[in-house]
């Protein structure tokens, strides 16, 4: 492949991944971000865009140069960011606004599953707490009541208790309720353009806030990869019923979805079941992914983007074990607070590259200091033979981190390492395996 130049769009930990991946890719000549963060400057060179400006980020593509967009958020997704891109003849990795809409609106998800005959929850879509009651009546406890539109993750109530329940239902207006899936959580992403899917090495991610699953939902608190618990014959499973079936009936509604389309998936005693469709790689999950890919990333998106998939190698992973250990600020998720120096940065970079960290709600303050921007501040990445090792590493990494107030959860991966079934995001679970 020739050189390219990369502009990525977005300033998370999974932005700050990509670009990781990509600055280690020898085909990129040139890295660039919008709006990116302290740690993404590390690696790129920043540009104040503003991301849901389709307009903006295709001038800037453009004056940049650049040969290949990846649009890492759902919002700028959603709102048509890389359809602006991709009319001025830019290759860009990411869905179309209109194939966004399988992470945008729920409903339409349930839609599309249905016309492919995906396996999913049986769900009602309602608008009036009427309908809404009815709705929870029919399917019983626990009660799974989610907003229809975007909401970083925090949409979505899961609950015995009916008044909670209906009050979530009455707070966001449209809602789909659903049936209950129990089992374990897994997160198999897959780069498609649109007709070919080729998909990554799955990953678990633990959305509870704090350890042992309690807590509200999060965007995520950590993930890893691969899962021991789960053989290869998973993700060949979930190829056939689930994600080569959504991308063929996007196509034959005349709106291809290219990008990275990702599975929320349940393994439930039925069989496996999607919790959830996003149109961009997940966060954490990202991390321990790319923590994982030998392919060069830039080949492999650039590949997506201009609908060239099939041409493409296998792509080659490590055999060892990577982990992400978020850590939050304090009052995450309801309102994180945020102005705080993040200190011990540095100590927490392992020489060698095993353990490193990613950069999510965090600015440069005038003296040069890393300041907390956000709920998620950063992710913490290792890698190491197994989990275990991986884990250690991440650990000892976290431990070197000084922010006033933050939390994190200390139960990533725990029973995974242990060689024990993960359970319900990471929760040891009796029921599907
Ligand atoms: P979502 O935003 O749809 O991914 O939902 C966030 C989290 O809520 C999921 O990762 C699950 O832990 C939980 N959840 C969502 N839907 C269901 C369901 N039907 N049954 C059980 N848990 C669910
Ligand atoms: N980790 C969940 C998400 O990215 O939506």
């Known amino acids: 492949m020739p050189g390219v130049k990369v502009l990525v769009i977005g300033g998370g930990a999974r932005e700050h991944a990509l670009c990781r991946s990509l600055s280690l890719d020898p085909d990129v000549t040139e890295l660039h971000c919008a709006p990116g963060n302290a740690g993404i400057a590390q690696v790129a060179r920043l540009h104040p865009v503003d991301q849901l400006d389709g307009a903006a980020v295709a001038d800037l593509a453009a004056g940049l140069g650049a ?4 649009v890492g958020p759902e919002a700028p997704l959603v709102a048509g960011v890389a359809d602006a891109v991709r009319d001025r003849g830019i290759p860009v990795f990411g869905p179309s606004r209109e194939a966004a809409l399988l992470e945008g609106s729920k409903a339409f998800a349930k839609d599309v599953m249905a016309a492919a005959g995906v396996p999913t929850a049986r769900s009602y879509v309602c608008t009036t707490p009427e309908e809404a009651a009815d709705a929870l009546d029919a399917f019983g406890a626990p009660y799974v009541v989610k907003d229809d539109g975007l909401a970083a993750g925090k949409g979505v109530v899961v609950t015995s208790d009916l008044q909670e329940a209906l009050a979530h239902a009455a707070a966001c207006g449209r809602v789909v309720i659903e049936e209950f899936l ?4 897994v997160s198999l992403f897959a780069v498609t353009d649109g007709t070919t899917v080729v998909p990554l090495q799955p990953a678990q991610d633990f959305k509870r806030a704090h350890d042992g699953d309690e807590g509200p939902n999060t965007g995520g608190m950590g993930a890893y990869s691969p899962l021991p618990w789960a053989g290869p ?13 959504t991308v063929d009936e996007l196509r034959r509604r005349g709106t291809p979805f290219s990008g990275l389309l990702y599975a929320g998936l349940a393994i439930t005693s039925r069989g496996v079941r999607v919790i959830e469709f996003n149109a961009r790689f997940g966060d954490p999950e990202t991390q321990v992914v790319l923590a994982r890919l030998r392919t060069p990333l830039a080949g492999l998106l650039l590949a997506a983007a201009t609908g060239r998939l099939d041409e493409l190698e296998p792509l080659r992973w490590s055999d060892g074990a990577a982990v992400t250990v978020v850590v939050a600020a304090e009052g995450y998720p309801a309102s994180p607070r945020s102005g705080d120096p993040v200190e011990g940065l540095a100590e927490a970079e392992a020489a060698d590259g095993t353990a490193y960290v990613l950069h999510a709600g965090t600015r440069l303050g005038e003296d040069g200091a890393v ?12 890698v190491g033979e197994d989990l275990a090792l991986a884990r250690r590493r991440a ?9 006033a107030g933050s939390h994190h959860r200390t139960d990533i991966a725990l029973r995974a390492a242990g ?9 040891q679970d009796d029921g599907a395996r």
């Open 395 to 403: 650990y000892d990494a976290v431990a070197r981190i000084r922010l």
């Open 371 to 382: 300041l907390s921007a956000g709920g998620r501040v950063l992710s913490v990445t290792a």
């Open 233 to 245: 014959e998973l993700v060949d499973e979930v190829l056939a019923t689930v994600l080569q079936p």
């Open 419 to 427: 060689g024990q079934d993960a359970g319900r995001d990471g929760r």
């Open 67 to 70: 040969g290949l967009v990846v």
């Open 182 to 185: 129990d089992g374990p959580e």
